[in-house]
């Protein structure tokens, strides 16, 4: 599994990361992971949903946009936080299909952190770096 780092200098107001992955299919993947530690303490959300996900962008860095948009509005739309992602990743095109676990927000039982509304394009970063990939991301809270 990929790793991240809360960058608490680049945003006051937005949370900042910057992310690491073996390749693209474990950046991915960290991002899902990401997103859903921001929302929740995965420890009190119920694993009994699973869904699959299938996107395309015109660009490489559009597509990690896309993709953490689209869990964003799962959680707002459904209730849904999916924390476990298997993604595969095709760079060009960029497309991606994800299998992702997870469960529905329960308000007797899953604990709340912070919402998340969207993921910005200010200082977003998709690249190849040493024997991995990176991202930068900045996501209104």
């Known amino acids: 599994m990929g790793s991240w780092n809360a960058l608490e200098r680049i945003a006051v107001a937005d949370c900042a990361f910057e992310l690491h992955g073996r390749d693209l299919d474990d950046l991915f993947a960290t991002a899902a992971t990401l997103l859903a530690d921001l929302m929740v303490d995965p420890a009190t959300l119920m694993r009994d949903v699973e869904q699959v996900v299938r996107l395309e962008a015109r660009a ?78 900045v996501i209104d809270v």
């Open 60 to 137: 490489l860095d559009l597509l990690l946009h896309d993709w953490m948009s689209e869990l964003i509005f799962l959680k707002d739309s459904e209730r849904l936080v999916l924390p476990d992602a298997r993604v595969t990743v095709r760079p060009a095109p960029p497309a991606l299909t994800a299998r992702l676990t997870g469960g529905r927000i329960d308000r007797t039982r899953t604990v709340l952190r912070a919402d998340p509304k969207a993921v910005t394009l200010h200082q977003f970063v998709v690249e190849p770096r040493g024997d991995g990939w990176y991202a930068r991301v």
